[in-house]
């Protein structure tokens, strides 16, 4: 029996957004198939993207990410090695490969000067199949304590494909703007969003203050697994709410959980290495993700596979 990859960075519309979004660079789908514990065929796509006269294998500038696909370990081996051989065919510059490993690796990782590596770092992502209060247990004392104030004049609005509004993402994007300064993606990423929930895979939460809006959040889904995709919010009203970003996650956690989501990815939540300059401002948002508790595993991404033993 064959099947498509559930990984949520695989999905056909994510790789769409993903397509839209880097309007500089050309890509080419591979299809690569593996047998994973279930005896199923399960179907992943990367790709080749072309940008500034480089080729690079990735998953339309995504890491190749294969974890959690369940693959025996002689799929996996077998598909690592398929990689490998394309980059040789292709005279691919660099492969983006992810990679999960243990406490005991990324203790000897972090002692390496390994050219092959291009980050380092933990991510975190809530077990939905816990109740909300053990969820709400495991935030920090300070997370908590700010869901507990209540601002009378905010509302929070959910919509997902029982109640969306057309162009409503529109209103998204021009705030997304504002906050900006400059428009940082084309309308057709905004309209990727929009089918994202029509086809039940997306929730938009907008926050007003009393009739002024002042913050948007898109979370993105399948019966697996769902990730806080995008935000914006008026930054000056960071100083007069406290937990504007707080009560839009928590409010995903119940929406997730109410249609039977497994688990909810936060995303990076703390960097060891990066070859890229990590700035204080995304360094400020892992300390904030990190602070929802969750299950935190390590991962690499490297930037080519040539020495590399799997």
Not at 2 to 22: G, I, R
Not at 74 to 99: A, H
Not at 172 to 197: F, P, Q
Request: proline content about 1%; glycine content about 2%; overall charge positive.
């Amino acid at each position: 029996m064959k099947k498509k990859s559930d990984n949520l960075f695989n999905d056909e519309l994510f790789l769409e957004f993903q397509e839209k979004k880097f309007i500089n660079s050309s890509f080419k789908k591979i299809f690569l198939k593996g047998v994973n514990r279930q005896n199923n065929y399960v179907e992943y796509v990367i790709s080749i993207e072309e940008k500034h006269g480089k080729k690079i294998l990735n998953c339309f500038d995504y890491p190749i990410d294969l974890e959690n696909l369940a693959f025996t370990p002689e799929s996996y081996k077998k598909i690592v090695n398929e990689i490998k051989k394309i980059s040789i065919d292709e005279n691919i510059s660099n492969i983006y490969f992810k990679k999960k490993i243990s406490d005991e690796e990324l203790k000897k990782k972090l002692l390496e000067k390994d050219d092959a590596l291009d980050f380092i770092g933990v991510e975190s992502s809530i077990d939905l199949n816990n109740d909300l209060e053990f969820i709400n247990k495991n935030f920090s004392k300070g997370h908590r304590s700010s869901l507990k104030i209540m601002y009378k004049n905010l509302k929070y609005e959910l919509f997902d494909y029982k109640n969306y509004q057309k162009d409503l993402v529109l209103e998204m994007m021009n705030l997304h703007k504002e906050v900006s300064g400059r428009t940082t993606r084309s309308t057709d990423t905004w309209r990727t969003i929009e089918k994202m929930i029509l086809n039940k895979k997306g929730l938009l939460i907008k926050v007003k203050d009393d009739v002024k809006i002042i913050s948007f959040a898109f979370i993105f889904f399948n019966n697996k697994s769902a990730v806080y995709f995008s935000s914006c919010t008026l930054r000056e009203m960071f100083k007069l709410y406290k937990n504007i970003t707080h009560k839009t996650i928590w409010e995903s956690i119940k929406y997730l959980k109410s249609i039977n989501c497994k688990s909810f990815y936060l995303g990076i939540t703390k960097t060891h290495y990066s070859r890229s300059i990590t700035d204080k401002k995304n360094k400020n948002i892992d300390l904030f993700k990190s602070s929802f508790g969750g299950e935190k595993s390590n991962f690499i991404i490297y930037n080519n596979l040539e020495n590399i033993k799997f």
